[in-house]
């Protein structure tokens, strides 16, 4: 099972991305898909998950500017960032609980995206 992760750049305060997670391999079936970031110097965190039934939960620094969604036929993890913010700067991960064809569960993760909110 991999993750691809994409959508990561530059961007201004204020402005938006949309970063893309998409799942691929020997997938029976996808539970929980999330975003965590990793600022340097700090601990990863959570950004957003969503489950398979569509139960979200965000860190309070981004409720109300992030938006998290999936598309299970791709199938594809997404996170639209509005109204970004200086302290937004990390490397932004994809993360997934993924039960494989075998009904082995595990959890993945994709490389890095960098996400840089500067002026």
């Known amino acids: 099972v991999q993750l691809q992760a994409s959508g990561g750049g530059l961007v201004q305060p204020g402005g938006s991305l949309r970063l893309s997670c998409t799942a691929s391999?020997?997938?029976?079936?996808?539970?929980?898909m999330g975003w965590y970031r990793q600022a340097p110097g700090k601990q990863r965190e959570l950004v957003a998950r969503i489950t398979s039934g569509n139960f979200i939960n965000y860190a309070e620094s981004v409720k109300g500017r992030f938006t998290i969604s999936r598309d299970n036929a791709k199938p594809t993890a997404y996170l639209r960032m509005n109204s970004l913010k200086p302290t937004d700067t990390a490397v932004y991960y994809c993360?997934?609980?993924?039960?494989?064809?075998?009904?082995?569960?595990?959890?993945?993760w994709g490389q890095g995206t960098q996400v840089t909110v500067s002026s």
């Open positions: 993360n997934a609980g993924v039960i494989d064809y075998y009904r082995d569960y595990d959890t993945y």
């Open positions: 391999g020997s997938i029976f079936s996808i539970n929980d």
